[in-house]
């Protein structure tokens, strides 16, 4: 006779709006059931969207209290759809949105939501690529649609799509720029690319650049929009440094950049379909993924490293105690 799984798991927990998740030893272990699988964690991923969840600043709201975080990795434990073992990676279903989320030592995950990885895939990496991978290629070869030999700014080119943005417009023949707000940050910056020192508000280079990713927004974006070429294209991903910007309209019209908007919900189908490529890619090292690395224990301190935009690539909370 095998023993009953204990009761109860260590994660973390969102108890109110508006406050750092707390870390706690009594979740209740969730099970598998129709249609949900039952995953070991290896790691979540931290990220923007989750803050904003937790913040209760976002549209939508899971029920409190909820465990946090709407990525992640794990192998299957119990399914009927997934072998038992395989490494999975977890994405969709309204996973830390509209329902618990995956920042503990086990998840109950509907199948829609688990997806296979790919041989040879990197567990951590598995559990943090996809917002920023399949982010950055959209941007870079959709939306911005980047050529051989053109020249491309990218603003936050240490950030997580940034360096990914980088590094995929240098792979299609371009120039890059890539912006930093500080001088600690330039390392983090892929070979290969033009570092520019530049602060959130300031500075665009040498531009005129045929195209600009921008993923940190804020008041240095009109600036940056004036150093590229009329008919070039500004993309916008994100908006790290603020939200709101003031734009000069007839300018902007007479200086005719091209502005498109990465809206990553409605390119869900597009951003799936690239996954497995992306993953299998940054796994070989082809690409790379900086992974900032916490315990579920060290939540707060990865909480206060992503808000103060002091993280090191991409952040993950590993659900097992060593390392
Ligand atoms: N539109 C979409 O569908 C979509 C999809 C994915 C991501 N996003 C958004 O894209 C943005 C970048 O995501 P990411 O994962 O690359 O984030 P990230 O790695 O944490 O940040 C990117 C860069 O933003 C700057 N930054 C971070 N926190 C900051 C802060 N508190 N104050 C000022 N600057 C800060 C940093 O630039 P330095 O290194 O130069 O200091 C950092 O390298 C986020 O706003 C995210 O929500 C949007």
């Known amino acids: 006779m095998t023993a009953a799984p204990p009761a109860t798991m260590r994660g973390l927990r969102v108890g109110a709006?508006?406050?750092?998740?707390?870390?706690?030893?009594?979740?209740?272990?969730?099970?598998?059931?129709?249609?949900?699988?039952?995953?070991?964690?290896?790691?979540?991923?931290?990220?923007?969207?989750?803050?904003?969840?937790?913040?209760?600043?976002?549209?939508?709201?899971?029920?409190?209290?909820?465990?946090?975080?709407?990525?992640?990795?794990?192998?299957?434990?119990?399914?009927?759809?997934?072998?038992?073992?395989?490494l999975v990676w977890?994405?969709?279903?309204?996973?830390?949105?509209?329902r618990d989320g995956v920042a503990a030592e086990y998840a109950a995950v509907p199948d829609e939501a688990v997806h296979l990885a790919p041989d040879g895939a990197d567990p951590l990496l598995a559990a943090c690529f996809f917002?920023?991978?399949?982010?950055a290629h959209l941007s870079v070869h959709e939306l911005a649609d980047v050529r051989a030999g053109q020249h491309v700014l990218v603003t936050g080119g240490a950030g997580a799509v940034g360096s990914l943005a980088v590094q995929l417009a240098l792979r299609a023949g371009a120039d890059v720029t890539a912006l930093v707000s500080r001088p600690e940050r330039a390392p983090l910056v892929p070979d290969g690319a033009r570092v520019l020192v530049g602060g959130v508000d300031g500075g665009a280079g040498d531009g005129p650049y045929d195209a600009l990713?921008?993923?940190?927004?804020g008041p240095g974006l009109p600036a940056r929009l004036d150093a590229v070429r009329p008919g070039g294209v500004a993309v916008i991903v994100g908006y790290t440094a603020g939200t709101r910007v003031e734009l000069d309209l007839p300018a902007r019209c007479v200086h005719d950049v091209d502005l498109r908007f990465l809206n990553m919900i409605r390119r869900a189908p597009q951003a799936f379909a690239l996954a497995d490529g992306l993953l299998?890619?940054?796994?070989?090292?082809?690409?790379?993924?900086?992974?900032?690395?916490?315990?579920?224990?060290?939540?707060?301190?990865?909480?206060?490293?992503?808000?103060?935009?002091?993280?090191?690539?991409?952040?993950?909370?590993?659900?097992?105690?060593?390392?």
């Not at 991923?45 to 909820?66: E, I, N, W």
């Not at 192998?75 to 759809?81: I, K, L, N």
Request: with cysteine; net charge neutral; glycine share 14%.
């Open 280 to 323: 299998s890619r940054l796994s070989a090292g082809d690409l790379t993924l900086a992974v900032d690395r916490y315990r579920l224990d060290e939540a707060a301190a990865a909480w206060q490293a992503l808000a103060a935009g002091g993280a090191r690539g991409r952040v993950v909370l590993e659900a097992t105690g060593d390392r």
């Open 213 to 217: 990713v921008e993923t940190v927004g």
């Open 90 to 98: 977890l994405r969709g279903g309204g996973l830390g949105v509209a």
């Open 131 to 135: 917002s920023p991978a399949t982010s």
């Open 17 to 86: 709006f508006g406050r750092v998740p707390e870390v706690a030893a009594d979740l209740p272990r969730p099970a598998a059931g129709p249609g949900t699988t039952l995953v070991r964690m290896a790691a979540a991923a931290l990220g923007h969207l989750d803050r904003s969840v937790a913040s209760g600043t976002f549209p939508r709201r899971p029920p409190l209290p909820y465990v946090p975080c709407g990525d992640g990795a794990g192998w299957v434990e119990e399914s009927a759809a997934f072998p038992r073992g395989a």
